[in-house]
């Protein structure tokens, strides 16, 4: 059984910072691809950053270089700092990790439950 637990969420004011926080825990093999989503009401989820093992790193035109993402392999760990941020920027944020739990299989997604993130104007 595989665990994302998140945290760092909260209330900030625009302009303002935030760090997320997510640790994969239990049984795991390796861990490939890490990244972050957001959902907004009322809109579709979608990928604001994601980061594979070696490090390299991809962002949504609309967090570019305001976001960074960040991962502690030896933690099974992701990072996501948020800084400049918008009203724009609220919604609830998931972690998401591509795991293998043994060795020659297919890697399975795991979803974290989810972190608020409000940006208050």
């Known amino acids: 059984q595989v665990q994302l637990v998140e945290s760092g969420g909260g209330l900030v004011q625009a302009g303002g910072s935030l760090r997320l926080s997510c640790a994969a825990s239990?049984?795991?093999?390796?861990?490939?691809?890490m990244g972050w989503y957001r959902q907004a009401p009322g809109k579709q989820r979608e990928l604001v950053a994601s980061?594979?093992?070696?490090?390299?790193?991809n962002y949504a035109d609309s967090v570019e270089g305001r976001f960074t993402i960040a991962r502690d392999n030896a933690k099974n760990t992701v990072y996501l700092h948020m800084s400049s941020l918008e009203p724009e920027d609220t919604a609830v944020y998931y972690c998401n990790a591509n795991i293998n739990t043994q060795p020659i299989t297919v890697p399975y997604a795991y979803w974290g439950q989810g972190t608020q993130v409000t940006v208050s104007s």
């Open positions: 980061i594979n093992r070696g490090g390299r790193t």
């Open positions: 239990g049984s795991i093999f390796s861990i490939n691809a």
